[in-house]
């Protein structure tokens, strides 16, 4: 009798007594309190290019091919994330529309023609679209030694 209690009562026990995080680390593990706010950077990107920020912002896309990188929007902004020394990867889809906190350094670069058809190539990008790349394109950055993803 108690073995049938038991039984039907431990996985009921498991599923409320474990808390259910559903969210996700990449790269290194960093607290996700106190963000920076994303327009007071924007406004003066030159000044946190050399030390570590945190923002938030909603994925868009990443790499289909290894995860190697995403797009995210913070406020009206795209930004394109890479990750530290190629050092760890999001998942390759499933992901977008989730939140994600960044950890690293933003900046502004100039992304080359070939940067930019790579990148257009690891997005499943047709032959015609990614020969329609033929100028270097000033955008945000952010070299993230971290990314934490809600929901997975």
Partial sequence: MFKSILILVSP???LFYFPQNKSNYFGEIFSIKDLNEYNKINNETSDFDKKDVKIEGKILSSCPMKGCWMKIKADQDTILVRFKDYGFFVPKNGIEGEKAIVNGKISVETLSVEQLRHYAEDAGKSQEEINLIKDP???????????YIENL
Avoid at 137 to 147: E, K, N, P
């Fill in 12 to 14: 009921m026990i498991i």
């Fill in 137 to 147: 394109q000033v955008s945000l950055t952010f070299l993230a030694d971290g990314v």
